[in-house]
């Protein structure tokens, strides 16, 4: 067991966010997300994610009943975290759905994760409880 000062710290800010991708279902998202769960994520990293289904096509864009809700937190700089999805992103650079659909998850995960204050942070995980 880790001493208290052993301990990693929170840094004073961090990146943090939350999107839904509503996708199609299909070979290209299962290799995708199976690289995302796969990927060694580091320490500072928290990277969950939620399957949704639903009966009916919910989203008209992409006709697809799958959403996955994804919470994002990193304890780090946002400089530090796009290097990071970056390097989770980095694939053949052939124009493959696969590749595409994981820029698309890359592209997202970024736009929508922002830098914010550690304390702001734990203090809304706490309202939201």
């Given at each position: 067991?880790?001493?208290?000062?052993?301990?990693?710290?929170?840094?004073?800010?961090?990146?943090?966010?939350?999107?839904?991708?509503?996708?199609?279902?299909?070979?290209?998202?299962?290799?995708?997300?199976?690289?995302f769960?796969?990927?060694?994520?580091?320490?500072?990293?928290?990277?969950?994610?939620?399957?949704?289904?639903?009966?009916?096509?919910?989203?008209?864009?992409?006709?697809?009943?799958?959403?996955?809700?994804?919470?994002v937190?990193?304890?780090?700089?946002?400089?530090?975290?796009?290097?990071?999805?970056?390097?989770?992103s980095?694939?053949?650079?052939?124009?493959?759905?696969?590749?595409?659909?994981?820029?698309?998850?890359?592209?997202?995960?970024?736009?929508?994760?922002?830098?914010?204050?550690?304390?702001?942070?734990?203090?809304?995980?706490?309202?939201?409880?």
């Open positions: 067991m880790k001493t208290q000062s052993q301990l990693p710290r929170v840094k004073p800010d961090l990146v943090a966010g939350k999107f839904t991708w509503a996708t199609k279902l299909d070979d290209a998202l299962v290799t995708t997300m199976n690289k769960y796969l990927h060694n994520w580091p320490n500072e990293a928290t990277l969950d994610s939620t399957w949704l289904c639903d009966i009916k096509p919910t989203d008209k864009k992409t006709d697809s009943s799958i959403a996955i809700r994804f919470t937190v990193y304890n780090g700089d946002m400089k530090a975290f796009s290097d990071l999805i970056e390097g989770f980095v694939g053949p650079s052939d124009l493959s759905e696969e590749t595409k659909r994981l820029q698309e998850l890359a592209d997202k995960l970024k736009r929508r994760s922002r830098p914010e204050p550690s304390t702001l942070f734990l203090h809304e995980s706490l309202v939201d409880q």
